[in-house]
């Protein structure tokens, strides 16, 4: 990246290889590093963010709703989890100003999802990514924030089951593997004489990042699960003495660390294949919740698993600081060169 451009791990690598193929990179919006021009020759394309032209439009468009994506999914008989939408107020009406959805209006779907399901609920924006606007609703009060959190992001807030297990991500590209990768809360083991900025500094090390470490300690999930525990940023952990942050969405943006999969067995590669192609994406990640199950949980048949969303552009670079420097860079390469031809 250019100095004093801000930007993402992401797009980071993809300039990169960009400039390995002899293209020029030109930062267009400077403030936020997200828009870039990049040249070879008479050549001209255009990078935006993390977004690639490989899909086409509607697939890519459709795999951003959450709730539509879900109804694809379970109609071909892929196991989603349970959803209710609420719809923000004032939002979707028709030409006349009336409500053509009066029952997934407001905040009644939630409450009608608690009555029927009790709590805990997650609740998350029907369109959005990065964790931003998810949380648990663990009452009623909880819920009714919840829901408005997400409105901020998108007019329509998903309330839904939580589903047990970790996270498998597997990201494909035209009917081949490009990397899969398991997502876990973070976990910090106590040695007796570090604190707790300490620890999180050993034990995933983009928290050596000050940006990414003030964004990370200013998260729901590390204050909560710090708070809960009755511990500071300064309290020392006894020896051996294990913390589990907790969050309710593996997001690698959040307090929750990756680890590669480079065996992945076949029928988790042939269930995302299959998943992309019902959804009409050459390029796709597939997140899928698995149950924790020993002594291996991926010996597992696929029907355990439950899809919680499919991404169109996935990103691969935090998985880059976690490990997976040589095969992000990899999958990367095959990306970009696709993309600029």
């Avoid at 930007?7 to 030109?26: C, F, H, K, M, V």
């Avoid at 040695?191 to 940006?211: F, K, V």
Wanted: with cysteine; net charge neutral.
């Amino acid at each position: 990246m250019t100095e004093g451009i801000p930007g993402s791990p992401t797009i980071e690598l993809r300039l990169q290889i960009a400039r390995e193929l002899g293209w020029r990179a030109r930062c267009l919006d400077p403030e936020t590093g997200w828009l870039w021009l990049l040249e070879r020759g008479d050549q001209r394309r255009v990078l935006h963010g993390a977004h690639t032209p490989i899909n086409d439009h509607a697939a890519a468009t459709l795999a951003l709703d959450k709730s539509h994506t879900a109804m694809v999914l379970e109609h071909f008989g892929v196991r989603v989890p349970q959803s209710a939408r609420c719809i923000a107020p004032g939002m979707i009406l028709d030409a006349l100003g009336r409500d053509p959805y009066p029952s997934q209006r407001g905040l009644a779907p939630a409450l009608a999802m608690a009555e029927r399901a009790g709590y805990p609920l997650v609740v998350k924006p029907n369109r959005g990514s990065r964790g931003r606007g998810v949380s648990l609703a663990v009452d009623e009060a909880s819920l009714a924030a919840a829901v408005t959190e997400a409105w901020t992001i998108d007019r329509i807030a998903l309330v839904q089951l939580p589903v047990p297990g970790f996270d498998l991500r597997i990201d494909v590209l035209d009917g081949e593997l490009l990397l899969a990768y398991v997502r876990r809360p973070l976990e910090l083991v106590g040695d007796g004489r570090s604190n707790m900025i300490e620890l999180h500094e050993r034990t995933d090390t983009r928290a050596l990042d000050p940006t990414f470490a003030a964004k990370l300690r200013a998260s729901a999930p590390w204050i909560e699960t710090l708070r809960e525990a009755g511990l500071g940023p300064d309290s020392v952990l006894p020896d051996g003495q294990r913390l589990e942050f907790r969050t309710t969405i593996y997001n690698l943006h959040r307090c929750c660390v990756g680890e590669l999969v480079r065996d992945l067995p076949d029928h988790w590669l042939q269930l995302t294949l299959q998943i992309a192609k019902h959804m009409g994406l050459r390029h796709a990640g597939v997140d899928l919740r698995v149950p924790m199950a020993k002594p291996d949980p991926l010996a597992q048949p696929i029907e355990v698993a439950t899809v919680l969303e499919v991404n169109a552009s996935p990103a691969v670079g935090q998985i880059a600081k976690l490990g997976g420097a040589a095969e992000a860079l990899a999958t990367e390469r095959k990306i970009v060169t696709l993309a600029l031809g």
